[in-house]
C-alpha cells in the first residue's frame, strides 16, 4: 500500500490573511502566495516516497461569496506550481452536514481508496483544530502547524511544527523509523 501526507491547503501551502484571530484564504488566483519552503518540503516528502493529496474546506463557495471556478484557478496554481498529485475540495458550509467537510474524515478516507493508501502509514498536516479531528478520525498520525487561530485546545496533535519545512522534518523522522 502507499504512503500519503494529506494536507490542508490554506495557511499550509499558501500565505492567508489573518483578520481578527481568523484566517481568510486568497480571494483570487493573482492573491496565491506559496510560503515560503513549502515547495522543499513537498519534494522531500515526493522523494521519501509520500503521495502528495490536498484536502480543503472552501465554505465560501456556498456562502455565496466565492466562485468555484476561482478555487479551482488557485488550484490550478498550486497543481502547477508544487509536486501534488490530487487536489480535493469540499465545497460546503457546516449547516450541509455533508461527510467531507473537515473535521469529518470524508476527503481522506475517498482519496485513501482511489490511491490505495494506507492511512495508517499516513499523515494529515493542517493549521486548525479541524485538520487534525480529521486525519485522526481517518487513522492518520497528525501534524499541526501552530498558529495563533489553530484553536489547538480544540484537538490533540500527534505533533506540532512551525511551518511545513518542520513538518516535513517530523513525517520524515517518524517515517523512517516505522520502516525499521
Known amino acids: 500500500m502507499i504512503r500519503a501526507v494529506f ?9 492567508t490573511t489573518v483578520r481578527g484571530n481568523v484566517s481568510y484564504p486568497p480571494a483570487s488566483a493573482a492573491e496565491v502566495q506559496i510560503l515560503p519552503g513549502v515547495s522543499t518540503a513537498l519534494g522531500r516528502l515526493k522523494n521519501l516516497g509520500f503521495l502528495l493529496i490536498v484536502v480543503t474546506n472552501q465554505p465560501d463557495i456556498a456562502r455565496g461569496t ?10 490550478r496554481i498550486l497543481r502547477d506550481s508544487l509536486p501534488l498529485d490530487s487536489i480535493r475540495v469540499c465545497p460546503h458550509d457546516n449547516a450541509d452536514n455533508c461527510s467531507c467537510r473537515k473535521p469529518k474524515p470524508g476527503m481522506i ?7 490505495d493508501v494506507d492511512l495508517a502509514a499516513s499523515f494529515m498536516v493542517g493549521d486548525r483544530w479541524s485538520d487534525i479531528i480529521a486525519g485522526a478520525a481517518a487513522g492518520c498520525k497528525t501534524v499541526l502547524i501552530q498558529q495563533a487561530y489553530s484553536d489547538v485546545g480544540k484537538c490533540r ?8 519545512a518542520e513538518a516535513a522534518d517530523v513525517i520524515a523522522n517518524v517515517g523512517s523509523s516505522e520502516r525499521r
Open 66 to 75: 466565492q466562485f468555484a471556478s476561482e478555487v479551482d484557478a488557485i488550484n
Open 7 to 15: 494536507l490542508d491547503r490554506d495557511g499550509v501551502l499558501n500565505a
Open 157 to 164: 496533535p500527534d505533533f506540532l511544527a512551525r511551518d511545513l
Open 109 to 115: 478516507v475517498d482519496a485513501a481508496k482511489e490511491f
